[in-house]
């Protein structure tokens, strides 16, 4: 059966048998997921911190813009557990990435305004995007899935910069090839719009669909710039629609708060 060609990003899925699973290749600044063995003290308190229980599905309160400066260790441990999503939903070791116990500053290696539609689909999730810190994975079922991920720039400008740039890319992307298995190609399209706000901040969701294996492929992903920070999370289907339960934004609004508790411990 055809599967999407395995590449760094969060948003490239692997479909065989009827089963999705979200893969991640080599990353291009990054290091493998740290165990949580190797995460600092602080890091490891962030990722115990309680969150709602059940994520928020109503209104949420304003919250105070994302500040400081975590490495991509400490940023791994603001990521939600999979005990927040429904039963059946598991983390996925193949999908989790971080840029390491260091700040990685620099020049994006695949700026939004110059980067191919099909490179942004391989890369998003992984390194490379003028950040000085990142974290992603992936939570789980059989056709479905959550990506969720922070990027963490060294100024608020460059981070609203990065979430403003997804619309102009959509604009340009309406339709393109991706690679699949072998030396095949599926066509995706893409389209962004404004979201709902996420704790006082504006988001921005683009939508991905596809066809693979005969089955329509989507991923729904909404964008939350927040001080240094980009909160990103999508929900993933394959031969069903992206899940909905919890919402995105509940999603986004709890990693909000957990980078807010793992900043101040660190």
Request: negative net charge; aromatic residues 6%; contains cysteine.
């Amino acid at each position: 059966m055809p599967r999407l060609r395995p590449g760094p990003g969060l948003a490239v899925l692997a479909v065989a048998a009827g089963t999705l699973v979200a893969v991640t290749g080599c990353s291009t600044k990054g290091t493998p997921y740290a165990t949580p063995s190797s995460h600092s003290p602080s890091a490891t308190s962030a990722a115990t911190a309680p969150t709602t229980g059940s994520l928020p599905t109503a209104s949420m309160t304003p919250l105070p813009a994302a500040a400081g400066q975590l490495t991509g260790t400490e940023l791994a441990s603001v990521l939600l557990p999979a005990s927040d999503f429904p039963a059946g939903f598991t983390v996925s070791s193949s999908a989790a990435t971080n840029s390491g116990g260091s700040l990685t500053p620099g020049p994006a290696q695949y700026p939004l305004a110059t980067i191919s539609c099909s490179e942004f689909v391989q890369h998003l999730g992984s390194t490379g995007f003028g950040e000085t810190a990142m974290a992603a994975d992936s939570i789980v079922n059989a056709d479905q899935a959550y990506d969720q991920a922070v990027y963490q720039f060294s100024s608020a400008a460059e981070a609203s910069a990065f979430a403003a740039g997804i619309s102009p890319l959509a604009g340009r992307c309406p339709s393109f090839s991706a690679p699949v298995s072998g030396s095949t190609t599926t066509t995706m399209r893409m389209k962004a719009a404004p979201g709902d706000s996420v704790g006082g901040r504006p988001t921005v969701e683009l939508v991905q669909t596809a066809t693979a294996d005969g089955s329509a492929l989507t991923l729904d992903t909404l964008f939350a710039a927040s001080g240094v920070d980009v909160f990103v999370v999508s929900g993933v289907g394959f031969g069903k629609g992206a899940p909905v339960v919890p919402a995105k934004e509940a999603v986004i609004y709890n990693l909000m708060k957990r980078q807010a508790a793992a900043a101040v411990l660190g």
